[in-house]
């Protein structure tokens, strides 16, 4: 309700606002904690995006095409699809009363953000649109140590870092999983537990029920594309992961 009154914008939208105009009145409000003392998914990413604009001096979405997209060759993940890509984006759906598949209403936000809209709004941490292919690279530059078709974008130490435990045990000694720079991370007891892969698994999900894995030990990528959004409740994304790694032959 805070972030409500003082305009916070969430997530992404169709409205005339910009990353810089939203932090600086996200930057007015108390903190849910001091850090490290919980986890809260918060606006953080969007501050970092914020913090990318300030650094670089370039907008976010102009930082991310020239530093990753471009070189990445990640010719499908934009904040805003060109004309020329509208109409391959897929519609939000949800399932309704009656149990069938129905396209997703405008609600808060209008899920057809990515190609309406004052399209100006690029957010840290949401609103991407992209495919299976250019994600699936995106994490190969991952699980290769930051580096892709002999261009280095991270360190390795770098690397190391992201994937390392932020959180301690908030989580629980028995989740299994720990907390690196924006992934949850499979720990010994979680590869023990199985079905979630090795030790340094990472993975996360999307805002429409897209999810992916990269398993560095065994040098296995996972994205689903999942287009849903409402009481969606299914077994597809445990699953798939469950499979992929039990059809790992040595």
């Given at each position: 309700?805070?972030?409500?009154?003082?305009?916070?914008?969430?997530?992404?939208?169709?409205?005339?606002?910009?990353?810089?105009?939203?932090?600086?009145?996200?930057?007015?409000?108390?903190?849910?904690?001091?850090?490290?003392?919980k986890f809260t998914y918060s606006e953080g990413l969007d501050v970092l995006g914020y913090f990318i604009e300030v650094v670089s001096g370039i907008p976010f979405d102009v930082f991310?095409?020239?530093?990753?997209?471009?070189?990445?060759?990640?010719?499908?993940?934009?904040?805003?699809?060109?004309?020329?890509?509208?109409?391959?984006?897929?519609?939000?759906?949800?399932?309704?009363?009656?149990?069938?598949?129905?396209?997703?209403?405008?609600?808060?936000?209008?899920?057809?953000y990515p190609i309406k809209g004052a399209k100006r709004f690029f957010s840290g941490g949401a609103g991407l649109s992209s495919t299976a292919k250019d994600y699936a690279t995106f994490?190969?530059?991952?699980?290769?140590?930051?580096?892709?078709?002999?261009?280095?974008?991270?360190?390795?130490?770098?690397?190391?870092?992201?994937?390392?435990?932020?959180?301690?045990?908030?989580?629980?000694?028995?989740?299994?999983?720990?907390?690196?720079?924006?992934?949850?991370?499979?720990?010994?007891?979680?590869?023990?537990?199985?079905?979630?892969?090795?030790?340094?698994?990472?993975?996360?999900?999307?805002?429409?029920?897209?999810?992916?894995?990269?398993?560095?030990?065994?040098?296995?990528?996972?994205?689903?594309?999942?287009?849903?959004?409402?009481?969606?409740?299914?077994?597809?994304?445990?699953?798939?992961?469950?499979?992929?790694?039990?059809?790992?032959?040595?």
């Amino acid at each position: 309700m805070i972030y409500q009154k003082a305009g916070i914008t969430d997530l992404f939208t169709t409205k005339n606002i910009s990353i810089e105009e939203n932090i600086i009145n996200l930057a007015k409000l108390p903190l849910h904690h001091n850090p490290g003392e919980k986890f809260t998914y918060s606006e953080g990413l969007d501050v970092l995006g914020y913090f990318i604009e300030v650094v670089s001096g370039i907008p976010f979405d102009v930082f991310l095409k020239k530093r990753l997209f471009d070189p990445l060759g990640m010719n499908d993940t934009w904040f805003y699809l060109p004309e020329v890509k509208s109409e391959r984006l897929v519609p939000v759906q949800m399932k309704s009363d009656n149990g069938e598949w129905v396209r997703y209403p405008v609600t808060f936000y209008n899920p057809y953000y990515p190609i309406k809209g004052a399209k100006r709004f690029f957010s840290g941490g949401a609103g991407l649109s992209s495919t299976a292919k250019d994600y699936a690279t995106f994490l190969q530059m991952y699980i290769n140590g930051g580096e892709l078709n002999g261009i280095r974008f991270l360190s390795r130490t770098t690397i190391e870092s992201m994937m390392g435990n932020q959180t301690g045990d908030l989580w629980g000694e028995e989740s299994g999983k720990y907390f690196g720079l924006a992934f949850g991370v499979v720990n010994e007891k979680g590869q023990d537990l199985g079905g979630q892969g090795s030790v340094g698994t990472f993975d996360w999900g999307g805002y429409f029920n897209t999810e992916y894995f990269a398993d560095p030990k065994e040098r296995v990528i996972g994205v689903i594309m999942k287009q849903a959004q409402g009481s969606v409740f299914d077994d597809t994304g445990w699953m798939f992961r469950l499979l992929a790694e039990q059809a790992i032959n040595d």
